[in-house]
């Protein structure tokens, strides 16, 4: 399912009409040597301002949604209250409870920014 | 073989929290059985037409590079990850990389430093992320942290800020004596977001 408004709208649209029509959702269609076929039509009309500037909006909008790295990697998983813990715990050495820290911060700060997309 | 995007993919942009651990398994799973893993995602990160699969091999890259322990491919991701840094990548991807080679725990990672002055908010939030990590690792000195956190600490954009003066926090509390970041950390309880002076008030009652 493909939520993004940008890939189903109308800069899709003016971008896959610049590359020749569906260049964009070739979707894993790959020649030999590892070069997509999105990205060689890509370079081929590189030069015109309209993808650019959906390059520009694709990533605004990309940047707000998926993934990001914001946890450090063996926290995922471990719930809040379990961090807390290991927060508090006089065996926990400083370095852990500094990205303990930075974890929940993370945390919190992509709860928040859920929340407000959320709103929207 | 089923394709790593193809593997991954839904749990990357399944928005609940609970899907992270299950993507992070998955990608266990499929480096431990693919020889070419780190090398589909370097090439995913620069030559993948879908933003989608781009940022999330940028994602799967970033990971490997924290994995410190459990991957023979770790120093591979490492050392392609930082040459990715000079390739014409989004910033979704530089931010991912930055995240990864901060928090990698390699000397390496002080490549990130370059990056404060980025023109994407993004990236140069990423940069105040894992600055602090530098110095918990051990690979660069307190003193340039210091400098890029209190230059990140002026950025325009608060998200930035609010890292910066956190990780200026964190380096305070973990020892750091410098006149420089309490004197940041002082005016950032003046900032004119909520955000920043929360961070900003974590060493209230030490300065």
């Given at each position: 399912m493909?939520?993004?408004p ?54 605004i909008?990309?940047?707000?949604h ?12 471990v ?19 500094a ?22 | ?13 399944d ?8 993507l ?10 693919s ?14 037409s879908?933003?989608d ?12 590079m924290q ?14 990850g ?36 980025h ?16 110095f ?24 930035v ?5 956190f ?7 973990a ?18 977001d ?14």
């Amino acid at each position: 399912m493909n939520q993004d408004p940008i890939n189903n709208g109308d800069l899709d649209g003016r971008m896959n009409s610049a590359f020749g029509g569906g260049t964009v959702s070739v979707g894993g269609v790959y020649i030999p040597g590892g070069r997509s076929l999105g990205r060689t039509a890509a370079v081929a009309v590189g030069a015109a301002g309209g993808y650019v500037a959906h390059k520009i909006a694709s990533w605004i909008w990309h940047s707000q949604h998926g993934k990001k790295n914001v946890e450090h990697s063996h926290h995922v998983g471990v719930s809040d209250e379990d961090l807390k813990q290991l927060l508090v715990d006089p065996l926990t050495d400083s370095i852990e409870k500094a990205k303990i820290r930075q974890t929940l911060k993370g945390r919190g700060q992509r709860r928040s920014r859920q929340n407000r997309d959320n709103k929207r | 073989m089923t394709g790593w995007h193809e593997l991954l993919l839904p749990h990357w942009l399944d928005p609940a929290e609970a899907a992270e651990p299950l993507l992070l398994s998955k990608l266990r799973e499929y480096v431990a059985q693919s020889p070419m893993a780190v090398s589909e995602f370097e090439l995913a990160c620069i030559d993948d037409s879908d933003p989608d699969r781009r940022d999330l091999a940028a994602y799967c890259l970033a990971r490997v590079m924290q994995e410190r322990e459990s991957y023979v491919m770790r120093p591979h991701a490492i050392a392609g990850g930082r040459e990715l840094l000079e390739q014409d990548v989004s910033p979704t991807v530089i931010r991912e990389l930055v995240v990864g080679l901060g928090r990698s725990g390699d000397p390496i990672g002080v490549a990130v430093m370059a990056l404060a002055a980025h023109e994407s908010p993004e990236v140069r939030e990423a940069v105040a992320m894992v600055v602090p990590n530098l110095f918990l690792d051990g690979i660069e000195e307190a003193r340039s942290c210091v400098s890029a956190l209190t230059q990140l600490a002026q950025d325009s954009v608060a998200s930035v800020r609010e890292w910066a003066v956190f990780g200026l926090v964190l380096l305070i509390d973990a020892g750091v004596s410098d006149d420089d970041a309490s004197a940041a950390v002082v005016a950032a309880r003046a900032d004119p977001d909520a955000g920043v002076r929360e961070e900003a008030r974590g060493v209230e009652s030490d300065t």
